[in-house]
């Protein structure tokens, strides 16, 4: 029988007895990140966010090379992105957040290729400009069609002080191309949030606004932060055109270096993923005064609610054409509920993803009729939590920046239907016998975002609860009892 829902001194009792394992300066310092929800708290949200993480624990965090490389400027498509530095930090981001896009590999689309500069012990000693400057040449010759190249620094060139702005300016001008430079070192800041920070100062000081178009219309708009996972910015990209709207620009997934020069022209930013993208929405705003919202994409519910905001900043044709279009969808929707709904009613889910994630896909699972239990973030900042806690019900268990240990723990103790975290959680909760999907990339499948990827979402939770790959296996709770 599923346990009851954790009253706030309920769930506050619980950290405790999780944390009491660890020293107590440990302890007080995490106590921080680790607090019942209040979503009608006084004081707002009090988990501790944006904070180095304690040394000597197993962190789920990422770095800001892989924010700024694996995130914002990696899915732009005809650009060639050198990750400048020894070959393993390369070798690990290559080809893995599946971010799809339209075009030839190698020839305009170079999104699935991995470039390195290949540092060697004698670069470290004598510095690499050299080197990346001969690299960028090697890239022009051989794939002319690349329309620009951004230069991803790894650690090693931060330490070492190679001056990767003088040989981007230089090579720019002699290949006449762009050529990015982004001081995403590794070793930067506490988590992968200063790389998206990182990318999108370099696209606003580089890249934005550098190109006109002769073509507008008053309903262009951009579709900011959506990386285009198993194709989830198509899936939002149609539900935008339904609507009446031109999507002009898509940053970054499928998206191209002009559509991020060129796109100060949209009536209407659209960002979907607030924490990596926020800062160039704000730059766009003050800079061209564009306005700008959030919106959200996973589930009827709050794709309704979406499209109904966005309308709302144009005039009554486009409204017209919104209402029409969730007219159209609802019997689809209407279909997936039935159909996967008494499957998964009463489920029980804990999340540990990005920042957006774990608020966005709220809404996604309610409409299933499942309970999200526990809940926390990689690299969230404060306004991240404030905005989750309102998605929340009373004593659900917030945590930051988790160590494995804790969210071992608070599995056993809370015991979920559902976990849904990152690749290097999963295979720990498989041999806890607890279902698992991969939140990061749709571990495999998608698109979740929009009208088609609300099916793609209610199967794939289906098949991950009520898969009969668990029933030889039971979980230690099952086994202590």
């Known amino acids: ?41 006084s004081k707002g949200c009090e988990v501790k966010s ?19 490389k694996g995130v914002v400027w990696g899915p732009i498509k005809d650009m060639v992105h050198i990750s400048h530095g020894p070959v393993g930090c390369g070798q690990y981001s290559w080809a893995s957040r599946r971010n799809y896009s339209r075009g030839t590999c190698g020839v305009d689309n170079f999104v699935t290729f991995q470039f390195t500069s290949d540092f060697q012990e004698r670069d470290i000693v004598f510095g690499g400009d050299k080197k990346l400057a001969a690299t960028c040449k090697e890239i022009a010759e051989l794939f002319p069609l690349a329309k620009g190249i951004s230069i991803q620094s790894e650690c090693p060139i931060g330490l ?49 606004g550098t190109r006109e178009t002769t073509k507008q219309t008053p309903y262009d708009v951009a579709l900011i932060g959506d990386y285009n996972i198993g194709g989830d910015a198509w899936a939002s990209r149609r539900i935008l055109e339904n609507m009446g709207l031109r999507v002009v620009a898509q940053w970054s997934g499928d998206g191209t270096l002009n559509e991020l020069c060129s796109s100060h022209h949209v009536k209407l930013n659209l960002i979907h993923c607030y924490r990596s993208m926020n800062y160039i929405c704000t730059t766009m705003e003050e800079r061209f005064g564009t306005p700008w919202m959030e919106f959200n994409f996973f589930g009827p519910t709050k794709i309704v609610e979406s499209m109904r905001k966005i309308a ?29 709904r008494p499957r998964l009613e ?54 930051d920046d988790p160590t494995a240990y804790e969210l071992e ?20 909760f498989h041999k806890m016998a607890l279902p698992f999907r991969q939140m990061h990339s749709w571990d495999y499948s998608g698109p979740y975002h929009g009208v088609d990827g609300f099916a793609v979402f209610a199967r794939d ?21």
């Open 50 to 68: 944006n904070i180095k993480s304690r040394p000597g624990v197993m962190t789920i965090r990422g770095c800001a090379y892989a924010g700024s």
């Open 346 to 399: 009463s489920k029980r889910v804990m999340l540990l993803v990005g920042a957006l994630r774990p608020r966005h896909t709220i809404g996604a699972y309610e409409d299933l009729g499942m309970e999200i239990i526990g809940i926390g973030c990689e690299f969230a900042h404060k306004d991240d939590y404030t905005r989750t806690s309102l998605e929340l019900g009373e004593g659900v268990v917030l945590y």
């Open 409 to 428: 723990e608070f599995a056993r103790r809370l015991k979920p239907d559902l976990m849904g975290a990152g690749v290097k959680e999963k295979y720990v």
């Open 160 to 208: 070492i002080g190679d001056d990767i702005d003088a040989v981007a300016r230089a090579t720019s001008k002699e290949l006449d191309m762009p050529v990015v430079p982004v001081k995403c070192e590794g070793f930067r800041g506490v988590s992968q949030s200063l790389g998206h920070h990182v990318a999108n100062d370099a696209i606003r000081d580089i890249v934005l």
């Open 312 to 340: 709302s900043y144009f005039d009554d044709a486009i409204k017209e054409k919104t209402e029409a279009a969730i007219k159209s969808y609802q019997p689809f929707f209407d279909q997936v509920i039935n159909e996967y």
């Open 461 to 481: 939770m289906d098949i991950a609860i009520n898969s009969p790959t668990w029933n030889p296996f039971q979980a230690p709770w099952s086994n202590a009892a």
């Open 1 to 41: 029988m599923t346990p009851p829902v954790q009253t706030p001194a309920q769930t506050q009792a619980m950290i405790d007895e999780v944390l009491s394992a660890y020293p107590p300066k440990v302890a007080k310092a995490r106590a921080k990140h680790i607090k019942p929800n209040d979503p009608e708290g």
